[in-house]
């Protein structure tokens, strides 16, 4: 019984003892879970990330850190902020999102998500937010309340950091200048499109080569010394430079470099932005060379005004002299080879007046492709047997409104320098075709044309070329390449004067040992071919005309006087447009006034016969001028039934432009 007893009581120690064993154990295990728990709680806390857990009841049971500023108190209830005002959820497009679309509304459904995008927009302030949201199911025990995992990532500064790099990258990418990185070693880690587009290479070809293979060694030295710079922290600005394309055809390109820094500041390449310059910088040089041969033709055509009034005093004393001299042989022959001289002069002068794009033109309606045949007819002989002709003529192009003769005259000089320029023989291809400027061409943004419809008749030689220097001067007066007394320097000056004056304008193509190319512009009208100039006719001259003659220049006026009294006429003189019309109110009766166009004294011929007009409107006039076309257009006063003859003038012309003008019939100009 005792046993019994003992043992029962030993029973009931062990059991004691093991339940208090396992109470301690249980004790410490809670002990260690809740420091497990607040371990976890506080490492939670210190993330960026939003943790939390909502029931089925949209109970808030769990929540971080991150979180709180989401979460809020209603009747004794923590719910999510998110779930209420004033947040709205959008799309990636910015429209507004339906509620039951988002992750915690269809989280409560059963649709969990994993890693959506999320954005929501504070309606309040505009603010949008955006985070990865991914929702998880917790497992509970039979009859509990279904919770569920909410874990959300904010993502809107590394998406605003991604969207900007990309928006970067595809702004370098659409540029259209060349946007270039190298490394310290020179070698390309970056290419762009624009640089495919400008330098001919692709991203493949250039990536990992070295940038220097588009260089010009004639620029190696300067761009080591802007290399330089930029590894020393500099930054260098707009600069012009030559490159070489893959198809090695040379361009212009403007320059700038940045230094590339890493994110401590170290300098680890160069960014290098090239921008295509060479239309812009051709169309500059077309500028210039504009600007030069304008002023070069204002010099030359005044040069040649002056020259045309000396000339005009000495070929009329020698008319005179040859008057006088009738039937002595030797002073004849003497007059005669002086009179030769001031022709060739005079001939000189017209040359030029044609290069200033003064020469006095009588359009017409004309057939480019009829021209290229009469002159190869008048060229045939002077071009040789050595040389091939090619002819490609367009027969359906317009008609050109341009002086034939002047036309057919600068077509030979072109064909004359090919000629010159292959003195062993060679080819020559003529062309006539459709040109079409556009208001965007370069020939029109340099103000040489305007946009519209043109012929082009090319002239292309298979000769010795020219260098880019010879070629910037071709058009200058003067200026030739040939042995001297070989050619005067006015034959393309010639050319170019026509077509400027025509409306058009001259282009040449050259390189050294590949030929040269001269392309004539010039603009086709609808008006048709049949306008024939009408001749002198034989006209009866009235020898009791009272003529009042006004030039500046006193020898001129003696010689007219001297030639008109031997002619039976009356005349009267005067020196400036106001001693004219003086004259004009003291005496009756002036039939015909004789004028030159450019005189001193603040009234010209031109404004002077206006005035004459006005007032008397029964006197002719005659204007005279050695530089008469430009002093013309200026004034916009078209000759009408006026004679215009042009100085250096024989004594005969003289005569006739008298007798024309005083019978009502006129010349064209």
Same mark, same amino acid.
């Given at each position: ?437 556009? +208001? ?5 943004? !340099?103000?040489? &044309? *305007? $946009?519209?419809?043109? /012929?082009? =008749?090319?002239?292309? %030689? ?66 048709? +071919? ?5 001749? !002198?006719?034989? &006209? *009866? $001259?009235?020898?009791? /005309?009272? =003529?009042?003659?006004? %030039? ?118």
């Amino acid at each position: 019984m005792f046993l019994l007893s003992a043992a029962t009581g030993l029973s009931s120690i062990v059991l004691l003892t093991f339940a208090y064993r396992s109470y301690r154990h249980l004790v410490l295990r809670n002990d260690q879970l809740s420091e497990s728990l607040a371990q976890a709680r506080f490492i939670l806390d210190k993330t960026d990330e939003m943790f939390g857990v909502l029931d089925e009841d949209e109970n808030m049971v769990f929540y971080t850190e991150s979180a709180s500023h989401w979460v809020r108190v209603v009747d004794g209830k923590t719910t999510l902020k998110v779930l209420e005002e004033p947040w709205e959820g959008i799309n990636a497009d910015f429209s507004s999102r339906a509620f039951e679309d988002r992750p915690i509304p269809r989280a409560l459904r059963g649709e969990f998500v994993q890693g959506e995008f999320t954005l929501v927009r504070n309606k309040v302030t505009g603010d949008v937010c955006g985070s990865e949201v991914s929702t998880f199911p917790i497992p509970c025990s039979p009859g509990g309340k279904r919770r569920f995992l909410i874990h959300s990532t904010d993502t809107s500064p590394q998406r605003l950091y991604d969207e900007t790099r990309m928006r970067l990258a595809s702004i370098v990418e659409s540029s259209q200048d060349a946007i270039v990185s190298v490394d310290l070693k020179g070698l390309v880690t970056s290419w762009n499109k624009g640089a495919e587009t400008i330098f001919g290479y692709s991203a493949a070809e250039m990536l990992g080569q070295d940038l220097s293979r588009l260089a010009v060694p004639s620029q190696i030295e300067r761009e080591l010394a802007n290399t330089c710079s930029v590894l020393r922290d500099e930054h260098v600005d707009l600069y012009d430079s030559v490159r070489v394309t893959k198809s090695g055809r040379t361009i212009d390109v403007g320059i700038s470099l940045s230094p590339i820094k890493n994110a401590e500041g170290e300098i680890i390449g160069i960014s290098r932005i090239g921008r295509d310059l060479t239309a812009v910088r051709s169309l500059e040089r077309q500028l210039q060379q504009s600007q030069k041969m304008e002023a070069i033709g204002q010099l030359t055509g005044g040069i040649a005004h002056d020259f045309n009034n000396l000339l005009g005093i000495a070929i009329g004393n020698l008319d005179l002299l040859m008057v006088d001299a009738a039937g002595d042989e030797a002073t004849m022959r003497r007059a005669t080879k002086a009179m030769d001289a001031a022709t060739r002069c005079a001939k000189l002068t017209t040359r030029l007046l044609a290069f200033s794009t003064t020469a006095h033109l009588i359009p017409a309606a004309t057939s480019p492709s009829q021209t290229v045949r009469n002159t190869l007819e008048l060229a045939g002989r002077a071009l040789g047997p050595d040389i091939e002709i090619t002819v490609h003529l367009d027969n359906t192009l317009p008609h050109l409104y341009v002086d034939t003769a002047g036309l057919e005259n600068a077509l030979l000089n072109v064909l004359i320098n090919a000629r010159d320029a292959m003195p062993k023989g060679g080819a020559l291809t003529i062309r006539t075709q459709a040109v079409t400027f556009t +208001p965007s061409d370069s020939k029109v943004l !340099a103000g040489l &044309v *305007v $946009p519209g419809n043109y /012929a082009c =008749i090319s002239v292309a %030689d298979s000769g010795e070329g020219m260098s880019k220097e010879i070629l910037n001067r071709v058009f200058e007066p003067f200026f030739t390449t040939k042995e001297r007394g070989r050619g005067t320097g006015l034959g393309l000056p010639m050319v170019y004067g026509f077509a400027r004056q025509s409306g058009g304008v001259v282009s040449l193509e050259s390189e050294v040992g590949q030929g040269t190319k001269v392309s004539i512009y010039l603009p086709v009208t609808n008006k048709s +071919p049949g306008f024939v100039t009408r001749g !002198a006719e034989a &006209v *009866v $001259p009235r020898r009791d /005309a009272l =003529i009042l003659l006004v %030039d500046d220049e006193v020898e001129m006026l003696e010689i007219a006087e001297i030639f008109l009294h031997n002619q039976g006429y009356r005349t009267l003189q005067a020196c400036t447009a106001q001693q004219a019309l003086r004259a004009l109110e003291e005496f009756d009766g002036i039939d015909l006034m004789l004028t030159d166009i450019l005189m001193p004294g603040g009234m010209n011929g031109v404004e002077l016969a206006e005035i004459v007009r006005a007032r008397h409107p029964a006197t002719k006039i005659i204007y005279t001028s050695g530089f008469p076309a430009d002093a013309l257009a200026a004034k916009d006063v078209p000759l009408g039934g006026n004679v215009l003859l042009r100085k250096p003038y024989f004594l005969a012309e003289l005569g006739e432009a008298v007798a024309r003008a005083l019978s009502q019939t006129c010349v064209p100009g």
